[in-house]
């Protein structure tokens, strides 16, 4: 079994892209709600502060703040992830292997992460967040994506209301697919 490799800063910020089983599907944005539930509910529990985020159809992009002396960000995003999976009905494809552990094949079984390491890291990486549907084309402005945080981003000052709306940000990273 592969011994992976994490980042663990107690109260630091991740960088996070976790992605549908199903890349062609279109789940997350279809029960965005029940999304927002499944977050909501993990956060009473065991809290964390969205930074900024993104929900495309099949995969979503966040930054997060844990608490001081908390980095176990794992732990969130498998209540995140059983909670969303919980309310779908059953009739996914499933592998074999996720069979035989009982398992849903809603959701990918990892997730990828980065830790923030300065303000232009965390500048860069929200940037990407906020322009990832216009780059994946599910629209030609950012402002006309309806589930992302751009929105409060904008109403806070940080941003124009037309940014993005042009040519694509800079920034140090790649998304993995």
Known sequence: MPNYRRA???GASYFFTVNLADRT?????EQVERLREAFRETRRELPFRIEAIVVLPDHLHCI???PPGDADFSVR????KMRFSRGIARGESISPSR???GERGIWQRRFWEHLIRDDADYEAHVNYIHYNPVK???VERVAAWPYSS???FTQQGFYPADWGGGMEPRGRFRERN
Do not use: C, N
């Open 136 to 138: 994946h084309g599910h």
């Open 77 to 80: 995003w498998r209540h995140i």
């Open 150 to 152: 751009f929105h409060r």
């Open 64 to 66: 997060w703040t844990l």
């Open 25 to 29: 599907s279109r789940l997350l944005v």
């Open 8 to 10: 663990r800063v107690p």
């Open 99 to 101: 069979a035989a552990k």
